[in-house]
């Protein structure tokens, strides 16, 4: 029996001595999504920027908008700050502006988690007027930006554009 108890409490510190942290798996997700957004971007030509599925739907580059301000939003919250930006959607119209404004509202949020810690990640913060966490929030912003990255998707795949998330992947390097 004491030589499983051993086993067991040795497998368990194992294991929390090679977990990530929780700022490491949450940036491991956020960063997926804002590389298949800034590619996203970068790859839909600009005469479909404009395009909407119908009136009643942000246009594609008006979602490229409102997510550089979102990083903006969620990303100052966390850091204890008033938003620096917040007005992307509607005053960026081109391919290059949007393009520029999104790449560094990311810029922005990368700033954030590389200064923020695990302890400082669970402090409580105020978001939306409610009670939160610093990685609570975080993972909200990375929820939010795959949702509308859904909606990159649909927009690309309308107009005949593979989007990056879908695109083949390189072949692994053989070993020596």
């Not at 957004?37 to 005469?47: D, R, S």
């Not at 550089?68 to 938003?83: I, M, N, R, T």
């Not at 975080?138 to 309308?158: K, Q, S």
Request: contains cysteine.
């Amino acid at each position: 029996m004491k030589i499983l108890l051993c086993m067991t409490l040795l497998s368990v510190s194992a294991f929390a001595q090679s977990a990530p942290s929780l700022k490491a798996g949450s940036m491991g997700t956020y960063t997926m999504a804002k590389n298949n957004v800034l590619k996203a971007a970068a790859k839909m030509p600009e005469e479909n920027f404009a395009f909407k599925p119908s009136d009643d739907v942000r246009s594609f580059g008006q979602i490229v908008g409102h997510l550089a301000d979102a990083q903006y939003l969620f990303c100052s919250a966390v850091k204890g700050e008033k938003a620096p930006k917040g007005d992307v959607e509607k005053t960026a119209t081109t391919k290059a502006a949007l393009n520029t404004e999104l790449k560094a509202a990311f810029d922005y949020c990368d700033a954030v988690y590389a200064s923020a810690t695990d302890d400082s990640l669970m402090k409580p913060i105020k978001f939306f007027g409610r009670d939160s966490t610093g990685i609570a929030t975080l993972d909200f912003n990375t929820a939010h930006t795959f949702e509308h990255y859904g909606n990159i998707v649909t927009y690309m795949r309308i107009k005949g554009i593979v989007p990056p998330s879908s695109e083949p992947r390189p072949a692994p390097k053989k070993a020596n």
